[in-house]
């Protein structure tokens, strides 16, 4: 079993984790992570409605006694969701763990601090991370420029980024981007991290609730096989390539887009319906480089099971082998 700080304050056997992912968040997936031993979030704004979430959330109790927590992500928006309300439902409904993403969480943090839950805060900056810290988060996950979803626009790759972060901050710091079996565990581990949060992975398995298109596109892909899109809008977001995001890519190529330019081809609506009906050219949707390192669609319970062992194989084995036991720890050839 490999044991971190990460997996002792949060009450979880093994360091890996199911981050929010918008449609895919549901109960089924996430009480599957749960029961496998690692952490798993309901993606709250997948949700309609508050009362929705406090629905799901019982949902997910009904189908295991482990922990698992809810993401609330927050974003600026002309109409905003009623943050305040979903809030409450988590509260209410006695979740002990909540992911925030998105802007800074400083306005929620009492009221969840206050009901003894503890907050794990995305960022895609070392700078993000501090500030996190500062304000009170109990671990912050780090997300790289090979992550789906919003890398940030720095563009610095996990390889750097990873030790840039776990050099300076004092909570635990979860991997994220590019993570997809036991080497990148091993990998983060070895960078200073106390655990991995996954999504275009767990969004590949059995309980994962998006259609089957999606997860043998997942399968065929490439790492090659993303697109950045919105990046002339400095609102940066890694994508699966399909005939959609090409158009988007196109349009903020030719210069002068604005985002009223894309509004109906980026649309939520649409993402939504290629997780649900399975069409892949419906809309865009989120995926990450690291299918590239996907080849299966197992259980959720294999996945976790595999990449742990494999995990425990690599560091006793491979990585052992390195060491010569004759010389001091330490010591310079």
């Not at 949060?10 to 996430?30: C, K, S, T, Y």
């Not at 629905?55 to 927050?74: H, Q, S, Y």
């Not at 306005?107 to 895609?124: E, N, Q, R, S, Y």
């Not at 997300?143 to 750097?160: K, N, S, W």
Request: with cysteine.
């Amino acid at each position: 079993m490999l044991t971190t700080r990460f997996t002792e304050a949060f009450g979880i056997d093994h360091p890996i984790v199911q981050g929010g992912m918008m449609w895919v968040g549901r109960a089924e997936l996430v009480a599957a992570v749960a029961n496998s031993g690692a952490l798993g979030f309901i993606t709250a704004l997948t949700q309609p409605t508050p009362e929705d979430l406090t629905k799901e959330i019982a949902r997910c109790r009904d189908l295991t006694d482990r922990p698992f927590g809810v993401n609330l992500t927050i974003l600026p928006s002309i109409n905003p969701p009623p943050y305040a309300e979903y809030r409450q439902a988590i509260v209410e409904s006695g979740v002990t763990i909540v992911e925030t993403a998105g802007s800074n969480p400083i306005d929620h943090l009492p009221h969840f601090k206050d009901a003894g839950i503890k907050v794990i805060h995305k960022c895609t900056s070392v700078r993000h991370a501090l500030k996190a810290e500062q304000v009170g988060v109990d671990a912050v996950s780090i997300d790289g420029f090979e992550c789906a979803g919003h890398p940030g626009e720095d563009d610095v790759p996990g390889l750097v980024l990873i030790p840039a972060a776990t050099q300076r901050v004092r909570i635990p710091v979860l991997a994220s981007g590019g993570i997809a079996d036991a080497r990148g565990l091993v990998a983060a581990l070895a960078l200073g991290a106390d655990g991995v949060n996954m999504g275009t992975r767990f969004m590949c398995t059995q309980e994962s609730p998006v259609a089957e298109e999606v997860k043998r596109q997942i399968v065929a892909n490439s790492e090659l096989d993303t697109a950045l899109i919105f990046r002339t809008l400095r609102n940066t977001a890694r994508v699966a390539a399909n005939a959609v995001s090409g158009e988007v890519v196109d349009i903020e190529s030719r210069g002068g887009a604005t985002f009223d330019d894309i509004r109906d081809l980026v649309a939520g609506a649409r993402g939504r319906k290629v997780f649900e009906d399975g069409d892949l050219d419906a809309g865009i949707w989120t995926a990450g480089q690291c299918q590239g390192l996907i080849h299966d669609v197992p259980s959720v319970e294999d996945l976790v099971s595999r990449m742990v062992t494999e995990a425990e194989q690599i560091i006793a084995g491979r990585l052992a082998g390195f060491v010569d036991a004759s010389e001091p720890v330490g010591a310079l050839r």
